[in-house]
Nanobody, 124 residues
Framework: QVQLVESGGGLVQPGGSLRLSCAAS????????MAWFRQTPGKEREFVAA????????SYADSVKGRFAISTDYATNTVVLQMNSLKAEDTAVYYC?????????????????WGQGTQVTVSS
């Protein structure tokens, strides 16, 4: 049974940084694509970043490019989203997701597995 557990959310001031982690278990993820999405009340889930676990290819939403970085830690089976220069508009619940195959798809409907989400609030 696949499990994705996010951690690392919280309250941070504008311009600050946060590091989100997604601990993956229940499967060998070497042939999976992993992604982060975010969602605010009343809005659709939005793509943030994705990574191919085996090849290391990455993809970012334009709104976070240059500020966020996605990476994988093979030793701990963890996907990390490093978020820098945070803005108020980054406030959302952030979700980790996984799908089989290397394609870095941006539509949430293509992802089979989801974590429970972690709240990120950027406010002074």
């Amino acid at each position: 049974q696949v499990q994705l557990v996010e951690s690392g959310g919280g309250l941070v001031q504008p311009g600050g940084s946060l590091r989100l982690s997604c601990a993956a278990s229940g499967r060998t993820f070497s042939r999976y694509a992993m992604a982060w999405f975010r969602q605010t009340p009343g809005k659709e889930r939005e793509f943030v970043a994705a990574i191919s676990w085996s090849g290391g290819s990455t993809s970012y939403a334009d709104s976070v490019k240059g500020r966020f970085a996605i990476s994988t830690d093979y030793a701990t089976n963890t996907v990390v989203l490093q978020m820098n220069s945070l803005k108020a508009e980054d406030t959302a619940v952030y979700y980790c997701a996984a799908r089989p195959g290397p394609s870095l798809i941006r539509q949430p409907s293509f992802y089979d597995y989801w974590g429970q989400g972690t709240q990120v609030t950027v406010s002074s």
